[in-house]
């Protein structure tokens, strides 16, 4: 079965640090493109940064660039997000998705709450 | 970037009835590239159509999409009890990929 399971949220305070994971089971993990995607409470979804298949070219929404960093480990089928600099505004559920441009195949999502 | 409206923000309907959803954006999707996705409360969303008119794996015939250029359009030709959620659209054709604010199908 094509799984990814999201881990890494919690509470943190602005201006702290977190890192988000995601492990994938169930297809070849090196042969996508992945994706997160975040969605506020009570709000809509927003595409915040992808990687391609090895880990080559990586993209970021404006919001984010210089402060969330995306990366991946091939070897242990594994998707990250470090991020730092956390702002208030930043609090969400952060997806861990399959794909570049529409997406598949989802996390259960992982919650992060940044509040001081 | 490509700034997508979704109307209405509630659409009240009864099982069995036709719900007619719409996405506009601010400037032409390249391509075609929309998707659409559904989401109940707590789950994260699923995949329910791609270029604007291809269902995804596993989505039954009662989803239909159609449109092009800005506006683009989301049917679910008779409404199921497992389909009253949200649903979102989301352009892949410039970089930053969007989403809509969403378009939320409830139980009349």
């Known amino acids: 079965e094509v799984q990814l399971a999201d881990s890494g949220g919690g509470l943190v305070q602005p201006g702290g640090s977190l890192r988000l994971s995601c492990v994938a089971s169930?297809?070849?993990?090196?042969?996508?493109?992945m994706t997160w995607v975040r969605q506020a409470p009570g709000k809509g979804l927003e595409w915040v940064a992808n990687?391609?298949?090895?880990?080559?070219?990586?993209n970021y929404v404006d919001s984010v660039k210089g402060r969330f960093t995306i990366s991946r480990d091939n070897a242990k089928n594994s998707l990250y997000l470090q991020m730092n600099g956390l702002r208030a505004e930043d609090t969400a559920v952060y997806y861990c998705?399959?794909?570049?441009?529409?997406?598949?195949?989802w996390g259960q999502g992982t919650l992060v709450t940044v509040s001081s | 970037e490509i700034v997508l409206t979704q109307s209405p923000g509630t659409l009240s309907l009864s099982p069995g009835e036709r719900a007619t959803l719409s996405c506009r954006a601010s400037?032409?999707?390249?391509?075609?590239?929309l998707a659409w996705y559904l989401q109940k409360p707590g789950q994260a969303p699923r995949l329910l159509m791609y270029?604007?008119?291809s269902r995804a794996t596993g989505i039954p015939d009662r989803f239909s999409g159609s449109g092009s250029g800005t506006d683009f359009t989301l049917t679910i030709s008779r409404l199921e009890p497992e389909d009253f959620a949200v649903y979102y659209c989301?352009?892949?054709?410039?970089?930053?990929?969007?989403f809509g604010q969403g378009t939320k199908v409830e139980i009349k």
């Open positions: 998705v399959r794909g570049r441009s529409f997406f598949s195949v």
């Open positions: 169930g297809f070849t993990f090196s042969s996508y493109w």
């Open positions: 990687i391609k298949e090895d880990g080559t070219e990586k």
């Open positions: 400037q032409s999707v390249n391509t075609n590239y």
């Open positions: 270029g604007a008119s």
């Open positions: 989301q352009q892949y054709g410039s970089s930053p990929w969007t």
